[in-house]
């Protein structure tokens, strides 16, 4: 009998093969990305250009994300049936087809349904691209994988703002959806050749009560939340009709999934029993916390530098750009870190500078130096670097290979609800602050001051004020974030794909 050998150290370096599968990947997520941030500065435009008001001109944000959330439960379905190549290729397909609609959009009930179709789209983009990504690299190098795969959705909320207002302003609005064009072109002829067919023949039965229970659900509580913040601009509550009917029916259906698919004999639309595992549950607890105060507070920058500070939307993009460099220092090395490490000793110190890079807004008003504020959304973008992707790496290389299209999808359903509910709790809080200034206004900013009027000083220090409250309910947030973080794991996690493997080597050795 001889003695196994040694177990060799997992190889967390990325190859050439498994950059080349990142690339398709990320270009898929900047197209999905970066077109709910570029659409979001367009807002204006298509109140003038279409003839609408700013409830209808915000259907083209809304239609988008309920669409979304609708095909988001799908995905791991759709993977298993299809494989990943050919569902990544319908959508961007789907994508660019919405895409091109909507630049041809006269009205904007057109637009709306047109921003739907994308939303069909992108909403498996995401999902399965993690899948493919995940699947490519392997368990022992998903940290360095996902952190790659964090650079668009870090950096879209930055360079979105401010492609969108160059567009707009050289060109058209039309090109906001048309530039999607050419990426996407160059996404699915790379995809077709870089990807393989991965179907396996299997052909599971679809879970049609979990599918008409979790869409509908969804999208109806989705939508619910999304209504807070104008509902809260509009009646001075957001304790309407719009807001509660909705969400609280989707809430009701919701509810009805999860029991549904806890005693469910058969295979459910989405696996909540994956929840067993330890290391997934407090990664999405954590990732609950996070990006409900992350996003939400991300839709207060544009807005402080626009209307308090009377920059352009273009400009208000270009003084993001610090958060953006501090998540490119930081994001790769706390990948390999956490492949190597484990994601606790990598997120806890990033949630305490983003702490830091918060709570700082807290005391930033109308005269602070533009350099003090640039300094803090450094800090900020560092923590958010060591921060979201080790978290979801943490949750996916603690699954085997057949739980990862359910663990992916997961993971989606939670990052799109998370992030409407944090983007209609901050917009709650900054419309409630707003109105109790002097300004009684429930948007602020030079355009929405009365036309041949100068806005006194004191209007914009009480309106940078009312911008204090939303901010610190955000550092609060983060700093709770750092309750379920505490508990994830600060040692290299031992995937199940590498147990299993080294126990195969074992038996061998020993017969």
């Known amino acids: ?188 002829v790379y995809a077709w050749f870089v990807l393989k067919d991965d179907a396996t023949g299997e052909k599971p039965t679809i879970d049609f009560l979990g599918l008409l229970l979790l869409s509908p659900g969804l999208a109806l509580f989705l939508y619910g939340v999304s209504s807070a913040g104008e509902e809260q601009m509009k009646h001075g509550t957001f304790l309407t009709g719009k807001v509660l009917i909705p969400a609280l029916i989707g809430l009701g259906m919701m509810i009805a999934f999860v029991v549904h698919a806890l005693t469910t004999r058969r295979k459910p639309l989405l696996d909540l029993r994956l929840f067993r595992n330890r290391t997934l549950a407090v990664a999405v607890m954590t990732m609950v916390i996070f990006l409900i105060a992350f996003f939400g507070s991300s839709l207060l920058y544009p807005q402080f530098f626009i209307g308090v500070r009377g920059e352009t939307t273009l400009m208000a993009g270009l003084m993001l750009a610090p958060q953006g460099l501090g998540a490119m220092l930081t994001m790769p090395v706390a990948g390999r870190l956490t492949d190597k490490l484990g994601p606790g000793k990598i997120v806890l110190p990033g949630l305490v500078l983003i702490i830091l890079g918060v709570a700082s807004w807290t005391q930033i008003d109308s005269t602070t130096p533009y350099w003090m504020i640039a300094c803090a959304l450094l800090v900020q973008g560092m923590g958010m670097g060591m921060t979201m992707m080790p978290i979801m790496s943490s949750a996916l290389a603690s699954l085997r ?107 061998v050795a020993v017969h």
């Open 1 to 188: 009998m001889t003695a196994p050998a040694a177990a060799k150290a997992p190889d967390t370096k990325l190859d050439k093969k498994v950059l080349t599968v990142a690339g398709v990947v990320v270009l898929g997520s900047i197209m999905s990305i970066l077109d709910i941030t570029v659409v979001s500065v367009a807002q204006d435009t298509f109140q003038d250009k279409l003839h609408t008001d700013q409830a209808g001109a915000a259907w083209s944000m809304t239609a988008y994300t309920l669409a979304l959330a609708t095909v988001i439960p799908l995905a791991s379905w759709a993977a298993t049936r299809f494989g990943t190549k050919k569902v990544y290729l319908t959508s961007i397909v789907l994508f660019l087809i919405g895409s091109v609609l909507c630049a041809t959009a006269t009205s904007i009930g057109e637009l709306v349904a047109f921003r739907a179709v994308q939303g069909l789209g992108g909403g498996l983009l995401m999902p399965v691209g993690m899948m493919i990504l995940t699947k490519a690299a392997g368990p022992e190098r998903v940290g360095s994988v996902m952190a790659v795969l964090g650079i668009p959705m870090l950096l879209g909320p930055i360079c979105g703002p401010i492609l969108g207002g160059w567009l707009i302003q050289i060109a058209s609005w039309h090109w906001v959806f048309l530039i999607n064009v050419p990426v996407g072109l160059i996404a699915l």
């Open 401 to 507: 290979n057949k739980e990862v299209p359910d663990g992916s999808t997961l993971m989606n359903v939670v990052q799109q609800s998370s992030t409407s509910i944090g983007t209609a709790i901050i917009s709650v809080l900054l419309f409630t602050a707003l109105a109790k200034t002097h300004t009684g206004m429930g948007a602020i900013g030079y355009s929405r001051h009365p036309v041949g009027e100068k806005p006194p000083a004191s209007w914009f220090a009480d309106a940078a004020q009312a911008f204090h409250t939303p901010f610190t309910v955000a550092a609060v947030l983060v700093c709770l974030t750092l309750i379920p973080a505490f508990f994830l794991p600060r040692k290299k996690i031992e995937s199940p794909l590498v147990e299993e493997d080294m126990e195969q080597t074992h038996h």
